[in-house]
């Protein structure tokens, strides 16, 4: 079936540190994937997203590649800041009868000044 | 500003109650959906709408049904509360470039 795996959290950082989450997807077609995050007591916002393997998605200083080859959608920043702790989704879409979207279980960072 | 509006932003029910959740956009889309959030659980559809005049269920639709009441609307009825019901509700709409979804409803149960 199609689904998303990410790492599990929470991960806390310090600021200015580099951050890695990582996301594998399982799908049969060839999806676009995104990055949600989501603020406290907010919903969720798109981050960035690629349509095609080898695209880069990127967005406030994060970025991830879309790599086909190995199924994977890693979310990267250079250097943290305070306010980017939230919780990140990595979401794949699939063109069915509607723009089908498969969440993974989200990974909360904390980032500590 | 753009995106999408729900309504309330809290409730608290008691079991066997019901209401109804709004929720609206302003964005032309035609596909919305509504999912809940729970501790653990990620996100999980409960249902959606392809466009205006269709519903379909979606993982999780047991206790809920919905209305597309326009291209802009679409509700969600709680029609007898339950406490596993107790959750973060989420509308979305989607035009294919990626969800926009609304600021959510906590929703107790008790």
């Known amino acids: 079936g199609n689904s998303v795996t990410q790492m599990e959290g929470p991960v806390t950082l310090s600021e200015e540190a580099f951050l890695t989450i990582n996301c594998t997807y399982t799908a049969t077609g060839y999806p676009s994937l995104f990055w949600y995050v989501q603020y406290p007591g907010e919903g969720l916002q798109l981050l960035l997203k690629a349509t095609k393997a080898d695209d880069k998605g990127s967005n406030k200083g994060f970025e991830a590649t879309y790599r086909k080859e190995t199924t994977s959608f890693h979310l990267e920043k250079g250097s943290v800041q305070v306010s980017d702790s939230a919780v990140y989704f990595c979401?794949?879409?699939?063109?069915?009868?509607?723009?089908?979207?498969?969440f993974g279980p989200g990974t909360s960072l904390s980032v500590i000044p | 500003n753009a995106g999408v509006t729900q309504t309330p932003k809290f409730q608290v029910l008691k079991t066997g109650q019901s209401m109804t959740l709004q929720c609206a956009q302003d964005?032309?889309?035609?596909?919305m959906y509504w999912y809940r959030q729970d501790p653990g659980m990620g996100l999980r559809l409960i249902y959606y709408s392809a466009s205006e005049g269709t519903t379909d269920k979606g993982e999780v639709p047991n206790g809920y049904n919905v209305s597309r009441l326009n291209k802009r609307e679409f509700s969600l009825r709680l029609e007898s509360a339950a406490p596993s019901q107790t959750s973060v509700y989420f509308c979305a709409s989607n035009q294919g470039r990626g969800y926009t979804f609304g600021s959510g409803t906590r929703l107790t149960v008790v």
């Open positions: 964005m032309n889309h035609n596909s």
């Open positions: 979401a794949l879409s699939l063109k069915t009868s509607y723009d089908k979207v498969i």
